[in-house]
T-cell receptor, first 110, second 114 residues
């Protein structure tokens, strides 16, 4: 079953903050976050693993609440380049394939 | 490195026609995946492969076939295209199996079936 993302869309002004949430009905082992710009491939942002390990390539912060089966992505002091659609992907265990949420469209305006 | 490359980037098919989408990766990854992306639905797994010569069904496999004859290539076939297969198709690869490893995606193929 797909994880549920909220909000579905958000519009920000440069410099504002945003939080994107990802909720699952299943117990989770990992949560991934990807960003996709229009017409391009999804690009990896971060993995959060059960037990607290995080792996990421960018200065983006996120949290993973294992008990609540939720993850949140925090975008602070947003820049125009943050615009795009953000997807979370979840896995119930290390061997599982990812199941992706429906995406959150983020638009940052000058 | 090119990463993951998909061909073609765009295609229009008539109902009933067949076609093959090619995915090539140059990272020596064992695992490769085909997803379809529809508005509001996110990415849904069609088929995947855990190594050369092996394939497995994903979440939405009906109407598609795949082959992995060479480690670097993963082909997605539509034998008789239907309008419901209009979508954007993404190929991805990972170094390791499963959900604790970063996925690398291709640029996508936009397919329209009329």
């Amino acid at each position: 079953q797909q994880p549920v993302q909220s909000p579905q869309a958000v519009i920000l002004r440069e410099g504002e903050d945003a939080v994107i949430n990802c909720s699952s009905s299943k117990a989770l082992y990992s949560v991934h976050w990807y960003r996709q710009k229009h017409g391009e491939a999804p690009v990896f942002l971060m993995i959060l693993l059960k037990g607290g390990e995080q792996k990421g390539h960018e200065k983006i912060s996120a949290s993973f609440n294992e008990k609540k089966q939720q993850s949140s992505l925090y975008l602070t002091a947003s820049q125009l380049s943050y615009s795009g659609t953000y997807f979370c992907g979840t896995g119930a265990n290390a061997g599982n394939m990812l199941t992706f949420g429906g995406g959150t469209r983020l638009m940052v305006k000058p | 490195n090119a990463g993951v490359t998909q061909t073609p980037k765009f295609r229009v098919l008539k109902t009933g026609q067949s076609m093959t989408l090619l995915c090539a990766q140059d990272m020596n990854h064992e695992y490769m995946y085909w997803y379809r992306q529809d508005p509001g639905m996110g990415l849904r797994l069609i088929h995947y492969s855990v190594g050369e010569g092996t394939t497995a069904k994903g979440e939405v496999p009906d109407g598609y076939n795949v082959s992995r004859l060479k480690k670097q290539n993963f082909l997605l076939g539509l034998e008789s295209a239907a309008p419901s297969q209009t979508s954007v198709y993404f190929c991805a690869s990972t170094r390791f199996r499963g959900s604790n490893t970063e996925a690398f995606f291709g640029q996508g193929t936009r397919l329209t079936v009329v």
